[in-house]
């Protein structure tokens, strides 16, 4: 791998900024909770209406049988209407939910199952002696060490997106360069690598606003697009990383442009659902549970900013974070 990178500042003692912001996280009953008024406002209010109005002709003057009755009827007829397209709206949601969760356990179980084989391979191989020289020995440690630390990544993201999900993340926003940020990112990137033929450039100025961030957080949204631009990127792989202060320094916005197949307009928002990955070969041959853009989302949400993708078939990706600058607050 070859890195070029422009000098950026190391970050010196940062001021405070707000922090323990708990982000807008989406509450699993919140969807519950709006449909049961969906059903209030659109089945309760007219009917009680509509039987109030009935309960007035019957009482006061004299009753138009005929208009009564068809004024029952299509309530009746909207309350059967409603009633079948909420419910099949019901069905769809929790079928779709059902098949997605269960793509999704067998995903894990997929991405957790192979280094573990891997582990217990290298472990028997050294249980075993079959590692005779030296070199054998340190390859498989090595090995292990590499296997270990991507098991141990594919937990930390999935406890990760747990906290997500619960509302439970709480992000600890501190002034800090954001340059220095991008760059930890790509080193923890280098050692993903598993074949090694990826080139990373950097243009990362010297001048840039200090962002509010919670940078363990931060790292780990920039290291999921980094792995999202090798998974899909071209052969070779070559993999453009920039930041750059925008709209008169009152923010940043940190870009990674791949050079691989590109993403149909269609399903530009489709990428940052959760366990959504396209359904194409190319997809289906990546390990991947469908959570790192999603995760990615998620943090930028909680650090104010946005996230987007600009990508055409054939011509490659560009994500792209901006978070407002602490320079002009």
């Not at 709480?170 to 074949?195: C, K, N, S, T």
Request: proline share 5%; net charge neutral.
């Amino acid at each position: 791998m070859s890195v070029e990178l422009t000098p950026v500042e190391r970050p010196s003692n940062a001021a405070v900024a707000p922090r323990a912001r708990r982000p807008g996280a989406r509450d699993p009953a919140a969807a519950y909770r709006r449909i049961a008024w969906l059903l209030i406002a659109l089945v309760l209010v007219p009917s009680g209406l509509l039987i109030a109005i009935g309960t007035i002709l019957l009482v006061r003057g004299t009753p138009d049988w005929n208009l009564i009755l068809g004024l029952l009827v299509l309530l009746f007829c909207g309350l059967l209407a409603t009633g079948t397209t909420l419910v099949w709206v019901f069905i769809a949601k929790e079928t779709g939910l059902s098949q997605l969760q269960t793509d999704f356990v067998s995903k894990v179980s997929h991405e957790l199952k192979t280094p573990l084989t891997s582990i217990r391979l290298f472990v028997e191989t050294l249980k075993l002696k079959r590692a005779q020289s030296p070199e054998q020995v340190d390859e498989c440690l090595d090995l292990l060490a590499r296997e270990t630390d991507r098991l141990s990544q594919r937990i930390d993201q999935l406890l990760e997106w747990g906290r997500m999900e619960g509302g439970r993340r709480v992000y600890d926003l501190r002034a800090e360069d954001i340059g220095a940020v991008v760059r930890e990112a790509v080193d923890h990137f280098a050692p993903l690598q598993l074949q090694g033929d990826a080139t990373v450039n950097m243009q990362v100025p010297d001048d840039l606003p200090r962002v509010a961030m919670d940078r363990p957080a931060l790292v780990m949204a920039i290291l999921n697009l980094l792995s999202n631009a090798y998974k899909y990127g071209g052969s070779p792989r070559v993999i453009d990383v920039e930041v750059e202060a925008v709209d008169d320094r009152k923010a940043v916005e940190i870009r990674v442009r791949d050079n691989g197949d590109g993403i149909p307009r269609h399903e530009h928002k489709r990428i940052f659902q959760k366990f959504y990955r396209r359904d194409d070969r190319l997809s289906r041959k990546q390990e991947g549970s469908g959570l790192g853009l999603s995760i990615v989302a998620h943090v930028v949400r909680g650090h104010r900013g946005d996230v987007r993708v600009e990508s055409e078939p054939g011509h490659g990706a560009t994500f792209s974070i901006e978070l407002p600058s602490v320079e002009n607050s």
